[in-house]
């Protein structure tokens, strides 16, 4: 993958992010505060947990340190997999975010674009 692909990817994937927590913060009372900078999230719950999700671009992989740990994960096939377990990155969000928040939330990968 070129560093030109993996900024568009992984770029795609913290506006999903972004579209996300405005989501639902407006169909739940979640109250999640997200703040970027750069090729950093940081999500901030109401009870002051945070999950920090940050771009590692000359490993062309995305980061998150959430409270159950610290992940890094790589684009293969079409997707952001986990490089230890090759779990999913937003099934992950989801999960994490959904521990931190006290109620579910469901964080969706970015509808592929074709025809570039």
């Not at 999230?41 to 998150?64: A, C, D």
């Not at 740990?69 to 790589?74: R, T």
């Amino acid at each position: 993958m070129t560093d030109l692909e993996y900024q568009d990817l992984a770029e795609s994937a913290l506006t999903a992010i972004e579209t996300a927590c405005d989501r639902i913060n407006d169909e739940t009372d979640a109250d999640i505060d997200n703040q970027r900078t750069g090729g950093m999230i940081t999500l901030t719950f109401s009870n002051r947990s945070q999950i920090i999700i940050n771009l590692q671009k000359p490993l062309q992989e995305i980061w998150m340190a959430a409270k159950a740990g610290g992940f890094h994960y790589k684009f293969r096939g079409n997707q952001w997999l986990d490089t230890k377990d090759s779990s999913e990155f937003f099934t992950g969000l989801s999960r994490y975010a959904s521990e931190q928040a006290g109620q579910p939330l469901v964080f969706n990968a970015p509808v592929p674009v074709t025809g570039k």
